[in-house]
């Protein structure tokens, strides 16, 4: 079928069959459609909508237009996805987190979408990170350490990098059927046995009202359920800021700020324990979500969690003393100056 064909399908408001969503992947990854043609469907898709089983379709051939890793590990391979917010550097604690409760954590993150700040943006504050290793690399960081938080290589959905990168200049980037099947798509390429999702809401968030919120927690959680992952959602506040700084640097040192106990936003210790227990419980490493933060809480405090991110961070290149000496290892600011609230 040619690639105007499937667009006038769409376009038209009919669902498109699996034939057509593969022939559409195919031509993303051997470029076979034009940047204008991939254009044309995504707005299509963006006015019209696609059933839940087109959405299954698309996430799982856009996951499988590049490798799927396969693990043989002693515990549950498990990831999170935040949808984006202002001061979110829940990852950055998180993972560590979950690997020291006998999690593994192979986490392909993003870069910054709009206003939101991206985790790889962050951690390549950290001198020396390496953000994209390759596939053997990331393998040996998550069996020996946990966790290894990286971007999308080369060899994980090669068709979504094509088509996000066309969605953030085509007005498209809102469509719930493509950040469903874009999220989705890089997170089930990593195999794995759990994802728990951050649906942010609010005024810092993509979905700035609960019903559109909730709209994109149900799309995800059911396409991930359907190709076979199982998933849960929390719909967290975006109102505010999460952490107490905002920007790569900052947000770096805020994490290791809290990783090593010297300051704890109390927003972001308690979504981040949310998060965390809820994906224990959901990999069967905690009885309820209760226990599951209970036992995050600990890993926090007792500083196996801080142990776990220094490790990770020194064996994807950058500093072996980084949580000692953050502070003069990240890049500062040329001008820093206090600025007053009026009134």
């Given at each position: 079928?040619?690639?105007?064909?499937?667009?006038?399908?769409?376009?038209?408001?009919?669902?498109?069959?699996?034939?057509?969503?593969?022939?559409?992947?195919?031509?993303?990854?051997?470029?076979?459609?034009?940047?204008?043609?991939?254009?044309?469907?995504?707005?299509?898709?963006?006015?019209?909508?696609?059933?839940?089983?087109?959405?299954?379709?698309?996430?799982?051939?856009?996951?499988?237009?590049?490798?799927?890793?396969?693990?043989?590990?002693?515990?549950?391979?498990?990831?999170?996805h935040s949808t984006g917010g202002v001061g979110d550097n829940v990852s950055l604690?998180?993972?560590?987190?979950?690997?020291?409760?006998?999690?593994?954590?192979?986490?392909?993150?993003?870069r910054g979408l709009g206003h939101t700040g991206g985790t790889l943006d962050k951690?390549?504050?950290?001198?020396?990170?390496?953000?994209?290793?390759?596939?053997?690399?990331?393998?040996?960081?998550?069996?020996?350490?946990?966790?290894?938080?990286?971007?999308?290589?080369?060899?994980?959905?090669?068709?979504?990098?094509?088509?996000?990168?066309?969605?953030?200049?085509?007005?498209?980037?809102?469509?719930?059927?493509?950040?469903?099947?874009?999220?989705?798509?890089?997170?089930?390429?990593?195999?794995?046995?759990?994802?728990?999702?951050?649906?942010?809401?609010?005024?810092?968030?993509?979905?700035?009202?609960?019903?559109?919120?909730?709209?994109?927690?149900?799309?995800?959680?059911?396409?991930?359920?359907?190709?076979?992952?199982?998933?849960?959602?929390?719909?967290?506040?975006?109102?505010?800021?999460?952490?107490?700084?905002?920007?790569?640097?900052?947000?770096?040192?805020?994490?290791?700020?809290?990783?090593?106990?010297?300051?704890?936003?109390?927003?972001?210790?308690?979504?981040?324990?949310?998060?965390?227990?809820?994906?224990?419980?959901?990999?069967?490493?905690?009885?309820?979500?209760?226990?599951?933060?209970?036992?995050?809480?600990?890993?926090?405090?007792s500083g196996a969690a801080a142990e776990r991110f220094g490790k990770m961070v020194?064996?994807?290149?950058?500093?072996?003393?980084?949580?000692?000496?953050?502070?003069?290892?990240?890049?500062?600011?040329?001008?820093?100056?206090?600025?007053?609230?009026?009134?």
């Open positions: 079928m040619l690639p105007q064909e499937i667009i006038a399908r769409k376009r038209d408001g009919q669902a498109l069959s699996e034939a057509e969503i593969a022939a559409f992947v195919r031509g993303l990854s051997d470029g076979s459609f034009s940047e204008g043609q991939v254009a044309a469907l995504a707005m299509a898709i963006c006015i019209r909508g696609m059933s839940v089983a087109e959405r299954v379709a698309l996430t799982r051939l856009m996951r499988d237009s590049g490798a799927v890793l396969a693990w043989d590990l002693p515990g549950p391979v498990v990831d999170k604690m998180l993972a560590p987190a979950l690997a020291a409760c006998g999690a593994y954590v192979p986490m392909i993150s993003g951690l390549e504050s950290i001198p020396g990170y390496d953000t994209r290793p390759d596939i053997g690399r990331l393998r040996q960081t998550v069996a020996r350490i946990g966790c290894a938080i990286i971007g999308q290589t080369d060899e994980i959905a090669p068709a979504d990098r094509r088509l996000y990168a066309i969605r953030d200049v085509t007005a498209t980037v809102e469509s719930i059927d493509l950040i469903t099947a874009s999220i989705l798509s890089k997170k089930l390429a990593a195999g794995l046995d759990a994802l728990i999702l951050d649906v942010k809401c609010g005024s810092g968030a993509f979905m700035r009202e609960e019903d559109a919120a909730r709209s994109l927690a149900q799309s995800l959680v059911d396409v991930a359920r359907g190709a076979g992952c199982p998933t849960a959602a929390l719909i967290t506040d975006m109102d505010a800021p999460l952490a107490s700084a905002a920007g790569n640097a900052l947000e770096v040192a805020n994490a290791a700020a809290f990783l090593t106990g010297a300051e704890i936003d109390g927003r972001l210790w308690d979504v981040t324990v949310a998060l965390g227990g809820a994906l224990l419980a959901l990999a069967g490493l905690a009885e309820d979500a209760g226990a599951g933060a209970a036992r995050i809480a600990q890993a926090f405090e020194a064996a994807l290149g950058g500093p072996a003393d980084f949580l000692d000496r953050f502070a003069e290892i990240l890049p500062r600011a040329p001008v820093i100056r206090d600025v007053f609230a009026a009134g």
